[in-house]
C-alpha cells in the first residue's frame, strides 16, 4: 500500500483535476485498485484496466468491502493499458488515471497514445510516475556517482520536461505539475497526529512549487486531451 501521506495527497490532487462524479474513469494498470476505490467512493465510475487477473480479483474484494454501494461503481477489465482504444472504445471516457506505470513500459510512447485514444476531446489524464532526477539526487546521496551520473544522462525513469514532450506528442496538453513525496518518507505513517498533520501541509504547499517539485520521490501531471477544431469554422463557400 502506498505511504499514506503521498497517498492522501495524490488522491487530493486527482479530485481536484477530475470533473465533476459521477464522471467515467479509467484506472490504466490500476492492480488492486487502492486509487480507483477511493475515487468510486467519490462517486465515480471507474473501470480498473490490468493485465493481471488475481489483481482484479482482489479490485473487485477491496470494492465490496468498502460497501456503500461502491463495487456497482467499479468495473474491471484485464488486458494492456496500451490497447485501451480497443478494448474500451475511442473517445469514451471523461478521464484517465495512471500511475506508476509509465516507467514500466518498453513503449511509453504507444502507452500515451493509448491513453490520449479513449478519453473524449477535452477529457482529463492524471499521470503520475518516478522523478528521475529524485532517483539521480537518492543515489548520489547515497555515494552512488556513477549511478548519479547515469541517471542524469538519461534512463528509463522520466523527467518532468521529457514527460510535457511526450504529452506533446500524443496529442494531451499539460495543465498542472505536482511533486509527491519531497518530505515524505517511508515509516512517516507512524509520527503522531500533529506531526503527520504538519507534514502533509508541507507537502502540499511545496507540491507545485520549483525547487521542490522537481525533487520530489513521484510526479503527477495533469492534462487534457486537445480539442481539434476545424480551420474553416465560420467559413460559408
Known sequence: MKQRVGFELLLGQVLDALPAAPATVVDAGGGTGQLAVALAGHGYLVTVVDTSAAMLATCAQRAADEGGGVAERVATVQGDAADLPRLLAEESVDAVVCHDLL????????????????????????????????????????????????????GEAVTLTEAEQQLDKAGLALVAAYGVGVFAEAGDDDLGRAELAALAELERLVAGREP??????????IARRRVFRSDLTGYTP
Open 103 to 154: 516507467t514500466r513500459v518498453d513503449d511509453q510512447a504507444a502507452l500515451l497514445a493509448s491513453l490520449a485514444g479513449v478519453l473524449a476531446e477535452g477529457g482529463v489524464l492524471s499521470l503520475g510516475f518516478a522523478n528521475r532526477d529524485w532517483l539521480a539526487l537518492r543515489a548520489g546521496r547515497r555515494g552512488d556517482h556513477t549511478g548519479a551520473l547515469r541517471l542524469v544522462e538519461g
Open 212 to 221: 521542490y517539485r522537481s525533487s520530489a520521490r513521484t510526479l503527477h501531471l
